[in-house]
């Protein structure tokens, strides 16, 4: 059984230690095909094609969406990437 | 133009006109990655900012992955002009060969072509944008190598493995 005060321990562990989460955003282009952003999706995530086909049209109809989070190192390769295959990328704090 | 899918990757065949403009784009993207780019505004578009609401981080960003990524897409127009320049040597070696249909083997080297094509379009749709009324010729260029682009893609579309 929990006490109160390890109750509260533990809840104040889970603030401090709670990393900040971060985005790759990718950003919709004039130049880019609706095909090859999918195939980078795949290619490059291993996301499922019906994956990669909706986190691709979220950036066709709303303009962005999130294709990753973790930390910012890990979402910095991302966008590193991205921008080799030609995408918009960007990086970000989770909102 | 039409693209075909061979045991060795893909081939894409064309007459020579269509492989000269693909040279001369590449020569020109390979030159303009030499050249830096200080100053030009093909720069912000090939290397977008990966922190647009933060210079400070957009620029240490910038300073760490920039000069791979002009490796890496240097790399991808030195394929292509390889890939092409080839066909031109077998071209000037047999007088029995029908010039405006050879195949230029793109390979498995697809992702590099698919990336030099997003580059080239990106460069191309800017000058479009800034010549006054448009450019035909450019327009056409660049919606030719959205085609091109597609054909690939389409043509190498099983080689990649689908994670679902």
Redesign the interface.
């Known amino acids: 059984m929990t006490t109160t005060l390890e109750q509260l321990d533990s809840d104040q562990q889970l603030q401090v230690g709670s990393p900040i989460l971060w985005q790759t955003v990718v950003w919709d282009d004039?130049?880019?095909?609706m095909?090859?952003v999918t195939?980078v999706f795949?290619?490059y995530f291993?996301?499922?094609?019906?994956?990669a086909e909706r986190l691709m049209l979220l950036v066709h109809h709303e303009g962005r969406a999130v294709v990753a989070s973790g930390n910012r190192e890990e979402m910095?390769r991302h966008?590193?990437a991205l921008?080799?295959?030609?995408l918009?990328?960007?990086?970000?704090k989770e909102q | 133009m039409h693209i075909t899918r061979e045991s060795g990757g893909v081939g894409l065949t064309c007459a020579e006109g269509e492989r000269e403009l693909i040279l001369v784009f590449a020569a020109q993207l390979n030159e303009t990655l030499v050249s830096g780019m200080h100053g030009d505004p093909a720069r912000e578009l090939l290397?977008?900012?990966?922190?647009?609401d933060d210079p400070v981080?957009a620029e240490q960003?910038s300073r760490y992955?920039h000069d791979?990524?002009v490796a890496?897409?240097r790399a991808a127009a030195l394929e292509v002009i390889k890939a092409l320049l080839a066909v031109r040597n077998i071209d000037s070696d047999n007088e029995n060969v029908d010039i405006n249909n050879m195949v230029v083997n793109i390979g498995t080297n697809i992702?590099q072509w698919?990336?030099f094509l997003?580059?080239v379009?990106?460069v191309l749709?800017q000058r479009i944008a800034d010549a006054e009324g448009g450019d035909e010729s450019l327009q056409e260029a660049f919606d030719w190598f959205?085609i091109l682009?597609?054909g690939i893609?389409?043509a190498s579309d099983d080689s990649?493995s689908?994670?679902?």
């Open positions: 004039p130049v880019n095909l095909t090859y195939r795949r290619s291993g996301y499922s094609r019906a994956e910095e966008v590193q921008h080799g295959y030609g918009l990328a960007t990086v970000s | 290397f977008p900012s990966a922190y647009p981080e960003f992955t791979a990524l890496t897409k992702w698919l990336t997003t580059d379009r990106r749709s959205g682009h597609e893609l389409a990649v689908d994670a679902s």
